[in-house]
């Protein structure tokens, strides 16, 4: 059951597009709302209903949708402008549109719900989320220590897929409970240089350990970089991943006619360590490479657990406003990027990529407005706390977004099929790493977005 379950949640993204990319970083790792109308409300979605994705952010929240049964198509679009530059030398780099990882990016979303009596029943496919940019082979991010250009790659694509069976139950006229299982499949593509500064410092910390890091630190000297290589040239997919489990548990209950009160609490997954091939190579300071072959392994790499809480509000028939307050745990699974290497004829690498991520708060609100019995528009803004350290801020982990803007409506084509439209801006946001991961250069980060959500809703 479970392999077969694999290869459905594998093939789905093909199946609904002859080319799909990633989701890129929004809310850290996640999508700031799932689905077009919890999208163009801000990313609420505890009170509401917000459609079939209901099943991956609170399923009780189904048992408010008004026909029997409903499928729905979807599809993510994103694009981005993420670029770096050096403090001390002035020299940058902006993230590219082609090549391995293949920006703009997309998702897929695939949905069926149906009621019976008091219970409703539904499975779907969505993406949670991910990230995903390249820099190309010939920016400073690719130099070594003393300014040799590499030509290596710095980039990076993860998608987390999310397969969920759920239902909600009508307990009462007023409370409503509801639970959702999900499979998980992450994959991850990575290309990382790190100059020589930045090894030392890793190892001083502890952070590097094995029986090739003597070799390999002889070989790279003071002048040199290490390069580590784990691309799938494919669609979809990683050179590493993994498939575990997921899910969450959720409620909502109507305080009056008007007002509704809704929670759900999302699982951190169970999906274990990415493994795959890679390639670590070596780079002295004259440019010569030392390129290994071996197994990697992406230790304990898992999406967090959150609690949501919120509330939805009619004033009248037209107008619908609704607030969320979300609290995510990163800290319990982005403490450290954990990467074990394995070379095909002996030795190992043990790598900590300190990442230091921390709780975070997300506040979320929205708006719906019925401007005639065939369109609703919708609007909302949401914030989002910082996770990460910028001490430890990658250049190919864009994960540092905060603000979003967004807006969207419905469109009733028939009383039984309506088309939904999301657009969420990702406003610009800038940091400064003081010591990129405790090495020599300084950088100046910066990320905006702007993602779509289009989707097809037909009811039986």
């Keep these: 059951m479970v392999n077969t379950m694999t290869k459905i949640i594998k093939a789905g993204p093909i199946a609904l597009l002859a080319m799909a990319g990633t989701a890129n970083a929004t809310q850290v790792f996640d999508l700031e709302g799932f689905g077009a109308t919890s999208r163009s409300m801000g990313g609420t979605s505890s009170s509401h209903f917000i459609g079939n994705a209901g099943l991956v952010s609170n399923p009780a929240t189904l048992s408010m949708m008004d026909s029997n049964s409903q499928l729905e198509v979807g599809l993510d679009l ?11 030398s002035g020299d940058s780099a902006d993230s590219q549109r082609s090549g391995k ?35 190309g082979t010939d920016s400073f991010l690719s130099k070594t220590e003393n300014g040799t250009q590499t030509s ?49 410092a890793l190892a001083a910390g502890g952070h590097l350990t094995g029986d090739l890091v003597a070799p390999l630190a002889g070989f790279v000297g003071t002048g040199g970089a290490a390069h580590f290589s784990l691309t799938k040239d494919t669609p ?33 997954t169970r999906v274990g360590d990415l493994k795959g091939s890679a390639v670590l190579s070596g780079i002295s300071s004259t440019g010569a490479i030392l390129p290994i072959a071996g197994d990697i392994r992406i230790q304990d790499f898992e999406m967090p657990a959150s609690l949501t809480v919120g509330m939805a509000h009619t004033f009248n028939d037209q107008w619908l406003v609704t607030a969320d307050f979300k609290r995510v745990y990163w800290s319990d699974v ?43 528009l919708r609007a909302g803004f949401s914030y989002a706390e910082q996770a990460l350290d910028n001490r430890h801020a990658l250049p190919i982990i864009p994960a540092y977004l905060k603000k979003h803007l967004t807006l969207g409506g419905e469109y009733r084509i ?42 097809y809703t037909k009811r039986f």
């Design 78 to 88: 994103i694009t981005t402008d993420i670029s770096t530059s050096s403090v001390s």
């Design 101 to 135: 990882n293949r920006g703009p990016y997309f998702a897929p979303q695939l949905s069926f719900v149906s009621q019976k009596n008091q219970w409703t029943f539904g499975a779907g496919i969505y993406a949670n989320g991910g990230l995903g940019t390249e820099f």
């Design 334 to 376: 982005m403490e450290n990027i954990d990467v074990a290497f394995e070379s095909s004829t002996g030795g190992n690498v043990n790598i900590e990529l300190p990442h230091n991520y921390s709780d975070i708060s997300v506040f979320s609100v929205g708006t719906a407005y019925q401007y005639s019995p065939d369109l609703t």
């Design 414 to 455: 028939t009383p039984d099929s309506s088309i939904n439209l999301a657009l969420s801006f990702g406003l610009k946001e800038t940091l400064s790493t003081p010591s990129y991961l405790a090495g020599t250069e300084q950088l100046s980060q910066s990320h905006s977005q702007i993602n779509a959500v289009v989707s």
């Design 236 to 268: 979809t997919g990683g050179a590493v991943d993994a498939i575990g489990l997921g899910g969450r548990l959720g409620l909502t209950y109507q305080l009056s006619d008007q007002t509704t009160l809704g929670a759900a609490y999302n699982l951190k």
């Design 152 to 200: 290596f790659d710095n980039s990076s694509r993860l998608l987390v897929l999310r397969a969920p069976v759920g239902f909600s139950y009508e307990m009462t006229p007023k409370l409503t409970v509801g639970a959702s299982a999900d499979l998980v499949w992450t994959s991850l593509n990575l290309e990382l240089l790190l100059p020589a500064s930045q090894v030392g």
